[in-house]
């Protein structure tokens, strides 16, 4: 994890917690920043409220992680002093690429990650957003009229009016 920590190692720290009787274990925000140019790597100031930091995923615990096995960021062997964000982003980026690639061309991997969006259509709507970020402007408000308006789902539609609501039970 190269100093950042990952979820796997969170949840040996909460294993090992409760193991010494402690009830709960509490962090930072894990959401995710910009960690590009210009960096913003504070928790408080997420691009999202709804997915998790990248920066923490434990890759080898992925469902086909051993086909890249040797381009998976190794943990060094001693704990960084200081964390430079954006390198172990970048080698982290390059190890998701390259597992996205294997995710593609795998078809079982690929029917796993499909199944996986359609039962979780938050992560894709994310992904989308994250990519018009990169290609267009992190700032959505200068995206093309099309990509600014966010599809209405069951989630996001308005809700009714307490007067419109049917009455319960």
């Given at each position: ?7 796997s ?27 590009d ?33 040797d ?6 062997a ?15 980026r ?20 499909d ?14 957003f ?24 069951p ?15």
């Open positions: 994890d190269l100093g950042v920590g990952d979820f190692a969170l949840r040996e720290l909460a294993d090992a917690v409760h193991q010494l009787g402690g009830d709960f274990v509490a962090t930072l925000p894990v959401l995710p920043v910009y960690l140019a210009p960096i913003d790597i504070s928790p408080f100031t997420p691009i999202s409220r709804t997915a998790w930091n990248e920066l923490h995923v434990d890759l080898s615990l992925a469902p086909g992680a051993e086909a890249i096995a381009v998976v960021i190794d943990t060094p001693t704990t960084p002093r200081l964390v430079d964000y954006p390198q172990v982003a970048r080698q982290l390059a190890s998701l690429a390259t597992y996205a690639r294997v995710v593609r061309d795998h078809p079982a991997l690929r029917g796993e990650l199944r996986f969006l359609v039962s979780n259509p938050d992560i894709a709507r994310y992904a989308r994250r990519s018009l970020g990169e290609t267009l402007s992190r700032d959505w408000r200068r995206w093309p009229a099309p990509w600014r308006r966010r599809p209405r789902t989630r996001t539609r308005p809700r009714p009016r307490p007067e419109t609501r049917p009455p319960p039970g």
